[in-house]
């Protein structure tokens, strides 16, 4: 896998990947961006999200469970000196799936932090989680990270 990153101008760069899609990313405007994009660190959160997203709902899918609703919340908190690294990161599971048993979803959102969410593994701060399910939430066990 490899991206390219080009700079656009003062703060901003574009950045296109092997699929061919291109991403602005841009710095806040005061040290020098102009807003014009996602910063980068927002970024990893948001490949987190999608990374677990994806990986959630192809098991849900496999399991045979029926969903309405999957959004997935990613807080993750930066350390107050340079380089501002996450120290932790909690991610929140919304899901909607009436019928569906707790342990079977909850072992979907297991599989992926535990197993198959690479853009998980390949980070270096504590992934904690929380299952919100038809409006029952329970935080799960931290994966270990």
């Known amino acids: 896998m490899q991206v390219a990153v ?18 602005v990313m841009d710095a806040k405007p005061d040290v020098g ?8 660190m927002e970024l ?23 969903y309405d609703r999957v959004e997935i919340a990613v807080d993750g908190q930066r350390a107050a000196t340079h380089p501002e690294k996450f120290t932790d ?5 919304h899901i909607d799936a009436k019928g569906a048993a707790w342990d079977k979803v909850e072992r979907a959102v297991r599989l992926s932090q535990e197993t ?19 409006g029952e ?8 990270t």
């Open 6 to 23: 080009q700079w656009q101008g003062k703060r901003r760069f574009s950045a296109v990947g092997d699929s061919g899609h291109t991403v």
């Open 33 to 40: 961006g102009e807003n014009l994009g996602p910063r980068p």
């Open 44 to 66: 990893v959160l948001m490949g987190l999200g999608g990374c677990t997203g994806i990986d959630v709902t192809m098991i849900l899918e496999k399991m045979r469970i029926a």
């Open 89 to 93: 990161i909690t991610v929140t599971y």
């Open 116 to 134: 198959y969410c690479s853009v998980s593994h390949s980070l270096c701060a504590p992934l904690h989680a929380v299952l919100i399910l038809n």
């Open 137 to 144: 939430r329970r935080a799960l066990s931290d994966n270990g």
